[in-house]
């Protein structure tokens, strides 16, 4: 499904490139920017805890390359007037244990639990109106095979940022919107840089 697995099937398991075909990726035609009348927006914002503007992520799963610490420290680390505007909503999915994770990195880097809000599940209707309302999405994963939910916050027409790694970039294709996701300054001068515009 992308460039970077194809390599990575030739380099980890000698297979030949001439027998591996990459097919990429697409989503579905209901992704696609949606403007809320304001009411509509003020119900949904407020299912979600969410005050007004907010960062966007959605990781796909709460494993280790999700990088959640990481993007932590990068919100705290951003001027006050920032985290003051912005929240960061990550909706996904999430565990008792995993949401405890989670406001525990949070509560660690100074942090007040309205800022970081974690959704749980999102159905697609509202994913799809959450995405158009982001004022960015980040997407600060180690490792993807492709990276969906990038192309469906684009498809929303949202800022989007993401990691320098693995299938990303090809995904992004601005170099611009890149960052080291072991970087918390970088990813934190980043968003900065996207929200100042």
Known sequence: ISHSSQNEAIDHLNIEKSKIINI?????????????????????????????????????????????????EAYSILPDNIKNEYQLLIGSKVT???????????????????????SGYIPDSDLIHLYSQASLFVFPSLHEGFGLPLLEAMSCKTAVIGSNTSSIPEVIQNKDQLFNPNNPQEIADLIQQILSK
């Open 96 to 118: 008792q244990q995993q949401k405890e994770h989670i406001h525990k990195l949070a509560k660690e880097s100074a942090l007040v639990k309205s800022q970081v809000i974690l």
């Open 24 to 72: 990429k990726s697409a989503v579905d035609d209901i992704f696609k920017p949606q403007i809320l009348p304001n009411y509509k927006k003020s119900k949904l914002l407020y299912k979600y805890n969410i005050k007004d503007k907010f960062i966007f992520y959605v990781p796909g799963g709460f494993d280790y390359r999700k990088n959640f610490k990481t993007l932590i």
